[in-house]
């Protein structure tokens, strides 16, 4: 990072609460900052949680980073779904392997989103009330095993699509877990692929079963990138401080153009009969997406809203005592007594 202008100085002072100074300074100061974040947003640099940043920015960041958290977390639930039920033995422990990541998702962004000042029960309070969102995606029911491959096909696959594009988001500490992040999601989209591939080519009723659950998730995963750009009130601010590189619908463009060519190899259909290339575009026309059912699902109307949350809540309470035990262990360790032990060992 290399600004004229500062961007680590203590947030400019104003003079209406006593504490001195003069307001064209603190004026001063407050372009000046707002100055070198712009620039470091226009030179494609990071911006860190030390630095300066507006009151907006910080907002937006904490907004989408804790929806994208609740997510990874609530998106446990649909395939943990299946663990107990995994065909073979290879299979549940590719499973459990990959709900196990998510959660690791969750926690690196938890830990990204503290770094702006929040704090998780904060946020995980906000989820639990409502007050915060997670992706639409996982208000929808895993009903055989086959939804397994769906959702690593298609829903990790379109978390890609969306993600690999954060690992350039202006913010460090995001950006940064986006990284590892898309590698972890790299091999559940191909583990996915890989589970429905065997289904497609497998007896008549698991190709059936194949193509019910890609018939299932197709919509409510072009779903996942969000309303249209025209409805979308955050796209031109966000674009604008690079939190976001692309538009919801760029983004959807690119994955159905993705999708099409592997829904052949699969041997499978995407349910959309205005599905074809458009020559003209360089793109894959397809048909219009049912936004109402998406605002339903956001309103909490989908089909597991209430299921997930009340799971959830279950959950973070029967988890108590494993936060208690390690705040409790944590405290035994960083006493002075202890601090003593483990220097004289
Ligand atoms: N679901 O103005 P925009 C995963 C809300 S991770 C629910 O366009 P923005 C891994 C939006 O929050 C999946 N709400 O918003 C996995 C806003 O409401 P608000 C999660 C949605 O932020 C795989 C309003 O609509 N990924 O799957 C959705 O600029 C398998 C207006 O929308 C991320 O979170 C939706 N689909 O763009 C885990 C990626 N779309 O807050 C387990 C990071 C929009 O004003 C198993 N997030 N809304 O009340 C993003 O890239 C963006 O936040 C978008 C939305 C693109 C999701």
């Given at each position: ?23 064209s ?101 906000k ?24 959702i ?15 690992c ?16 972890e ?8 692929y ?13 190709h059936?079963?194949a ?100 799971q ?34």
């Open positions: 990072m290399a600004t004229s202008a500062p961007r680590h100085p203590a947030a400019p002072r104003t003079t209406d609460d006593g504490t001195g100074g003069d307001s300074d603190a004026e001063a100061r407050s372009a000046a900052f707002q100055a070198a974040f712009d620039a470091a947003v226009a030179a494609d640099e990071r911006i860190e949680p030390r630095d300066w940043m507006p009151d907006a920015y910080r907002a937006t960041l904490v907004r989408q980073i804790a929806q994208h958290a609740h997510s990874e977390i609530i998106g446990m639930q649909p395939e943990a779904n299946w663990i107990t039920r995994a065909p073979s033995l290879r299979r549940k422990a590719i499973l459990m392997a990959k709900v196990q990541d998510e959660a690791g998702h969750g926690l690196y962004l938890y830990s990204a989103a503290e770094t702006l000042g929040v704090g998780r029960d904060e946020l995980l309070d989820l639990h009330s409502g007050r915060q969102k997670y992706s639409s995606i996982f208000n929808y029911p895993t009903l055989t095993w086959a939804d397994v491959g769906a690593g096909w298609l829903v990790d696959g379109a978390a890609i699509t969306n993600q690999v594009p954060l350039r988001c202006s913010y460090g500490p995001y950006a940064r877990a986006m990284v590892r992040v898309c590698k999601e790299s091999f559940h989209q191909r583990q996915g890989e589970l429905l591939l065997a289904l497609s080519r497998g007896t008549e009723a698991q059936a079963m193509q019910d659950a890609v018939d299932r998730w197709w919509w409510p995963s072009l779903m996942m990138f969000g309303p249209p750009d025209t409805e979308s009130a955050h796209s031109a601010q966000s674009m604008a401080w690079k939190i976001k590189r692309h538009s919801n619908d760029e983004l959807r463009q690119r994955f159905v153009d993705i999708c099409v060519p592997q829904a052949e190899s699969l041997g499978l259909t995407l349910p959309d009969p205005e599905l074809r290339w458009n020559e003209e575009r360089g793109h894959h026309d397809f048909g219009a997406i049912d936004w109402t059912e998406f605002q339903e699902v956001l309103k909490g109307r989908g089909p597991c809203n209430e299921q997930r949350i009340t959830r809540r279950r959950a973070h309470d029967e988890g108590a005592w494993v936060r208690e035990a390690a705040a409790a262990h944590a405290a035994k360790h960083s006493s002075p007594a202890a601090t003593r032990e483990g220097r004289a060992a």
